[in-house]
């Protein structure tokens, strides 16, 4: 009998393995999906081959620094042979089976890129979460995922250790840092014994590979499910046509590794094209940092959030010297026109939008050399076929603005995620007709661009943020001066939009200095949910506009601070 593995998968064995050009295709569905995919063996593994073999030279996969003189460089062969050792520790050392889900709450640290590869390897199912997470955030993700393990660094496992006796099914603590800690597995000591062999599993290609959490207007946070192809295979034409990725590229997404868009910059896209991860460990950003590190390092390729190109233009960008940049990317957020513009003045630099979901990646993008239209977020990519719609599933001509919607066919498209686990109700609830709906609202123009008009609900889009207005009046609530809250976007020059809380106190603190009590509800919320959700503004009420039933009307707030009638 053969031994299930690398070796003998399907692809290796009968055929020649998948190539690039297959993923476009399949993209295309020009091809269709293989049963088996894994990307650790049917990608990564495929370009250590190629360095192996000699076909291409030793490449760099992955380039971290710290600003500080730290500083790690790894081959595509390296980040094998390394992640088949972090492989071991997940199985071996922490007795996880496939299929078992891992809550990994790292900062960018290069423990976080390894220990992702061997989740794959492994068939685990890999959530990451951002550090910015409180007690109540990881006790939700703990419980409601049924997580078996949780990999967490030294500035988290306090906080982890809070919650543990609720979390039944949690059976593994994995530490990384360089210290140990009573009840933490050491990642560290575990790593430098573990053994380099290691056969990839044989995951399915519909096989679950990843869960994100996702916030809503209501409730808490959903779990999105990814599989194997949805996230390994989908991102192949994204990383050439708007990422415009070779393998000497070296670029540099920004985002937290909490969010889809560090799978789609910093792993998925990237290492598809055999191109270079590059990662600063920033703690807090800094525009100076950022600007050293665009002027020091060989950067080809930079994304980030509009947030962030808004607050450089603020410097004098024409002072320096970008050493290798020639491909600026932005998206989570609108890009306005403004901004592009002045980018392009000072750098010299075009500024490529694309727009997409935790759900379904990137759907819309200006693809490198198609015309840019200022505060437009490009054409519909492939193999999305990207509508306007009204409540009613109909697409509106070309002008009206509407619902963005994705048409779909017999199948769910495989780069959809595969659901929100254990809620069918909100699963199907993405479904109108034979259209799934982003619940954006846009214009497509005669020319096919698409114009991002506003979120159809009360979620609030700050800094490249999805933020639930529940979440955070859910927080305020905790606060005796709170009696109740309505929590709506308020427009922002810098961060686009914020949260504005209108609070309703306490007869007790209806005579507080107003300035002392915001901040201190704003602490409030940054100590009670991830800080990144506060309120920026808080305006303090009598009452809030409510429907006959009761229900707070968020709209009329929200159309009063954007100034709508
Ligand atoms: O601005 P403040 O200083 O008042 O507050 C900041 C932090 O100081 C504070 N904070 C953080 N940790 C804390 C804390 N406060 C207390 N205790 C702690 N432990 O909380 C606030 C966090 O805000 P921030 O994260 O926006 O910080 P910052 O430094 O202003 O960063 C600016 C950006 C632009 C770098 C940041 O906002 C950012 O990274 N935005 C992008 C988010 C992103 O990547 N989104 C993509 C999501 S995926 C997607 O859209 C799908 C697309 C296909």
């Not at 809503?216 to 295979?233: D, E, N, R, V």
């Not at 998206?331 to 630099?349: C, F, M, R, S, Y």
């Not at 002392?516 to 704003?522: A, G, K, R, S």
């Amino acid at each position: 009998a053969k031994p299930a593995g690398r070796h003998f998968h399907r692809n290796h064995q009968f055929c020649t393995p998948l190539t690039l050009a297959d993923f476009e295709a399949i993209n295309r569905c020009e091809k269709p999906l293989p049963k088996n995919f894994n990307f650790a063996g049917d990608v990564l593994d495929q370009w250590s081959q190629k360095e192996k073999s000699g076909e291409r030279p030793d490449s760099l996969a992955l380039w971290w620094v710290t600003g500080k003189g730290d500083e790690v460089k790894w081959s595509f062969r390296e980040l094998g042979s390394l992640s088949r050792k972090a492989a071991n520790v997940l199985t071996k050392s922490c007795g996880l089976q496939r299929g078992d889900r891992v809550a990994v709450i790292l900062p960018r640290i290069p423990e976080w890129w390894l220990i992702n590869v061997a989740c794959m390897r492994t068939g685990l199912v890999f959530m990451p979460g951002t550090i910015q997470l409180t007690r109540k955030d990881i006790l939700y993700r703990l419980q409601i995922s049924k997580a078996k393990c949780i990999v967490a660094s030294e500035e988290v496992a306090p906080t982890v250790e809070s919650v543990v006796s609720e979390c039944p099914n949690l059976k593994t603590k994995l530490l990384v840092s360089p210290q140990s800690q009573n009840g933490w597995l050491s990642f560290q000591e575990l790593f430098q014994s573990a053994s380099e062999e290691h056969s990839c599993v044989e995951t399915g290609s519909h096989e679950p590979m990843a869960i994100y959490f996702t916030s809503g207007t209501t409730g808490s946070p959903k779990m999105a499910q990814h599989s194997q192809s949805s996230l390994g295979i989908g991102y192949a034409l994204c990383g050439r046509y708007w990422l415009d990725l070779t393998s000497s590229d070296v670029m540099w997404n920004m985002s937290d590794t909490g969010w889809i868009k560090a799978a789609i910059g910093s792993v998925f896209s990237t290492w598809l094209r055999g191109a270079c991860v590059f990662v600063h460990r920033m703690a807090q950003f800094d525009t100076d940092t950022f600007l050293d590190t665009l002027t020091t390092y060989p950067i080809t390729t930079l994304c980030s959030a509009p947030t962030v190109y808004r607050m450089l233009v603020q410097k004098d960008l024409k002072r320096y010297n970008f050493k290798k940049l020639r491909h600026c990317l932005t998206g989570g957020e609108p890009l306005n026109p403004e901004v592009l513009e002045q980018w392009k003045a000072q750098t010299g630099l075009e500024l490529y939008e694309g727009y997409g979901q935790t759900e379904v990646g990137i759907i819309c993008a200006n693809s490198k050399g198609q015309e840019i239209k200022p505060g437009s977020m490009g054409k519909g990519v492939s193999p999305y076929d990207v509508q306007i719609i009204d409540e009613n599933g109909n697409i509106l001509p070309s002008g009206k603005e509407g619902e963005i919607a994705l048409r779909l066919q017999s199948t769910r498209p495989f780069c959809f995620f595969s659901e929100y686990v254990d809620n069918p109700e909100k699963t199907n609830a993405t479904i109108r007709r034979n259209f799934y709906v982003t619940g954006d609202r846009g214009v497509m123009d005669s020319d096919g661009y698409f114009w991002f008009v506003g979120r159809a609900d009360d979620v609030i889009i700050s800094s490249g943020y999805r933020i639930g207005p529940f979440e955070v009046e859910s927080a305020l609530i905790e606060h005796p001066a709170v009696v109740e809250s309505a929590v709506v976007s308020s427009p922002d020059p810098i961060r686009g939009e914020v949260v504005k809380a209108f609070v309703v106190l306490s007869a007790p603190f209806k005579s507080s200095n107003p300035e002392t009590l915001t901040i201190e509800l704003q602490d409030h919320v940054k100590k009670s949910t991830a800080p990144y959700k506060y309120p920026r503004k808080v305006e303090f009420v009598q009452e809030l506009p409510k429907t006959i039933t009761g229900k707070i009307k968020r709209n009329v707030l929200r159309d009063q601070e954007w100034g709508r009638a």
